[in-house]
């Protein structure tokens, strides 16, 4: 009975995605649709399997299905108490924004995500399987979203970014599970269509979906919106104005860089580097896994940071390294390096690169990775949660690389 829910739960939903307006006017063949949705289910089901065999005392996705349960019960039994619990803290505060653990604001994330399995265990039945495949059909939106994007600049350039937006083996595997990965993922494609849209012309719809992607992102990773709402602001500026970006983000970045070094010498509670640093400590509570590396300890000091700056660079930007890491990873390590090489071929082609690439574009997207992978590695101390967190933002940072290799000739796909 299981397998023919299975079947008919991912027959409905990739019927249900090819009769929406906005998935048809991809223009993707239904029989490549079709593949790159089935991935995603395999995908979901791999790496539920995974989890349930050789990490049950403490995965976060059956966690998160098993608090669907438990929310099902709360919406079924009391409905009315099962919306307020939203705005109750069990802190007694509202503080700590940016804890990444014991505040109001980091369970929110987790209430949110389980009030939305609530409603899809109303058909599921809290099977996590089933779950994954409607999570699933929704996360096919954001990759969508991308290469729908993507077109809107680079209308000859569907190869690569039907690679970039369906293909990546980390960001297909990371954002299949029933985790706020998945949600973040969609929610960042749909936020990055409407602002690339919104660069080109004025349309309610699209200011509407914006304001509300970004809102979800701000609730669930809220550091994450912190950096992408005023770049994504900025390049609908520059774009709208045309601009000079690279004078554009570059003087902005300048700003907000004196700023935050000058914010803590009058004596403000807000200081981006105790945030930071508090993040930190927050994550060091966690458990660590089996690929735990150590961290150099911050604290809100600018002098600090810079003296750890080496490190975090390094754990952001190039773990894991092929030649040391878990077996468990060696694939995404693999990966890496060879985005890696693909960058290196695109500096060493630079001015014929640069010249094909919306240039506005190129540094929205690489200014978002850089701050958000530079964070990571300032803060993380678990290789696969490295790999985990810059899966999701991957698209952006290759689909550049993968449009320098003018696929179109080269390629068939």
């Known amino acids: 009975m299981f397998y023919f829910l299975l079947l008919l739960f991912t027959a409905t939903g ?65 409905p009315v108490g099962f919306f307020k619990d939203l705005f109750h803290s069990n802190y007694g505060n509202y503080s700590g924004l940016f804890g990444a653990v014991g505040t109001y604001w980091n369970d929110l994330k987790n209430i949110l995500l389980g009030k939305f399995l609530a409603f899809c265990n109303i058909l599921t ?7 994954s495949v409607i999570w ?11 290469y729908r994007g993507w077109l809107i600049l680079h209308p000859q350039s569907k ?27 969609t929610l960042l494609g749909i936020f990055f269509f409407c602002m690339v849209n919104l660069g080109e012309r004025t349309r309610r719809k699209y200011i509407g979906f914006l304001v ?11 550091y994450l919106s912190v950096v992408l709402i005023p770049l994504g602001i900025l390049y609908i500026i520059i774009k709208r104005r045309k601009l000079n970006p690279g004078w554009v983000y570059g003087s902005s970045v300048f ?4 700023l935050l070094l000058l914010l803590p010498l009058s004596g403000p509670k807000f200081s981006i580097f105790r945030i930071i640093a508090e993040r930190q400590e927050d994550f060091s509570e966690l458990k660590a896994g ?36 878990p077996v468990s990873i060696m694939g995404f390590s693999i990966e890496w390096m060879i985005i890696w090489v693909l960058f290196i071929f695109f500096l060493i082609r630079w001015k014929n690169t640069v010249s094909g690439s919306d240039p506005t574009l190129l540094i929205f997207s690489w200014l978002l990775c850089f701050t958000l992978f530079l964070i990571t590695g300032f803060i993380v101390n678990n290789l696969a949660a490295i790999v985990r967190y810059r899966s999701i933002f991957l ?19």
Not at 15 to 20: F, S
């Open 125 to 131: 039945n809290g099977n996590y399987y089933l779950n």
């Open 212 to 222: 509300l992607s970004g809102l979800l992102i701000f609730l669930i990773r809220n």
């Open 290 to 325: 089996g690929s735990a590396i150590h961290k150099p300890k911050l604290s809100a000091k600018p002098a600090v940071f810079l003296e750890t700056l080496p490190s975090a660079l390094k754990d952001g930007f190039l773990e894991p390294l092929v030649w040391n890491q």
């Open 255 to 258: 700003l907000v860089i004196l």
């Open 395 to 413: 698209p952006l940072l290759t689909f550049p690389l993968l449009n320098n290799l003018n696929l179109q000739k080269h390629i068939k796909l």
């Open 159 to 185: 190869k690569a970014a039907k690679l970039a937006a369906f293909l990546i083996p980390s960001t297909i595997y990371f954002s299949s599970g029933i985790h706020k990965d998945l949600i973040i993922f």
């Open 136 to 146: 699933n059909t929704l996360g096919m939106l954001g990759s969508v979203a991308y």
């Open 14 to 78: 990739f019927l249900i995605l090819l009769k929406l307006p906005f998935v048809k006017r991809s223009g993707i063949p239904v029989s490549e649709m079709g593949i790159f949705f089935l991935l995603r289910i395999i995908s979901g089901i791999i790496l539920g399997w995974i989890t349930l065999n050789f990490y049950p005392g403490g995965n976060d996705y059956w966690g998160l299905n098993e608090q669907g349960i438990n929310e099902h019960h709360f919406l079924v039994h009391d």
